[in-house]
């Protein structure tokens, strides 16, 4: 009888902020939607078939999220977070192309977006 080898299907990524209810809003704005589901206290917006970011209070942790988010639409992604009045590194881009950028939340959570060429 073969085994079959376990595999990982899913991504749930948490970032844990200070106030719920303002994380909402502005990872609303990050997103450019609402969360997809709540969960009891987790929000989680979906970012492909099998990963999700889910943002819960955690105070103590809050702040020390870093993720990296490959994603199409960049320059209009910074429009929407600036209009959001969300703050963002310079853009860089580097030798193969990719434009890589920083945005970090109110909790000092990063979140670097990156657009490949």
Do not use: K
Request: aromatic letters at 6%; zero cysteines; hydrophobic letters at 45%.
């Amino acid at each position: 009888m073969p085994t079959s080898t376990p595999t990982m299907t899913h991504l749930y990524s948490v970032v844990p902020v200070r106030d719920l209810a303002a994380a909402l809003r502005w990872f609303a704005a990050f997103f450019g939607r609402p969360a997809d589901e709540r969960v009891g206290s987790e929000a989680l917006w979906r970012v492909s078939d099998t990963a999700w970011i889910v943002v819960d209070e955690h105070p103590g942790r809050a702040g020390h999220a870093l993720l990296t988010l490959g994603v199409t639409g960049l320059d209009a992604i910074l429009a929407r977070l600036v209009a959001h009045g969300a703050e963002h590194e310079p853009v860089e881009t580097y030798g193969n192309g990719v434009r890589h950028v920083v945005v970090v939340d109110p909790d000092g959570n990063r979140l670097s977006l990156a657009e490949a060429p």
